[in-house]
Nanobody, 115 residues
Framework: QVQLVESGGGLVQAGGSLRLSCAASRSIFSIKAMGWYRQAPGKQRELVAAITIFGNTNYADSVKGRFTISRDMGKNTVYLQMNSLKSEDTAVYYC?????????WGQGTQVTVSS
């Protein structure tokens, strides 16, 4: 198992930027994929962005061109750079680590975008 701690959420005006961080309790080198998900009130949790062990990335259509997922192996941390934020990006953002042996979630960080 791996423990994940998200940070970087907050209140931002529409058009602004935030960078979320997900710190893992151990090396992320061998984790099959790490991703960011979000859940808005009354909606299902959805994938926002993911990065595989090979460095391949994929994004939800709604965030393509605005969000960027990246990782720092030395710091065991995955980031989500969010630019041009919209009110519809308001949600709790969760970090996820997906491996054959386990699937771990962080506690979430709130992102609120005011219009």
């Amino acid at each position: 198992q791996v423990q994940l701690v998200e940070s970087g959420g907050g209140l931002v005006q529409a058009g602004g930027s935030l960078r979320l961080s997900c710190a893992a309790s151990r090396s992320i080198f061998s984790i099959k994929a790490m991703g960011w998900y979000r859940q808005a009130p009354g909606k299902q949790r959805e994938l926002v962005a993911a990065i595989t062990i090979f460095g391949n990335t994929n994004y939800a259509d709604s965030v393509k061109g605005r969000f960027t997922i990246s990782r720092d192996m030395g710091k065991n941390t995955v980031y989500l750079q969010m630019n041009s934020l919209k009110s519809e990006d308001t949600a709790v953002y969760y970090c996820n680590a997906d491996s054959p042996e386990y699937n771990s979630w962080g506690q979430g960080t709130q992102v609120t975008v005011s219009s």
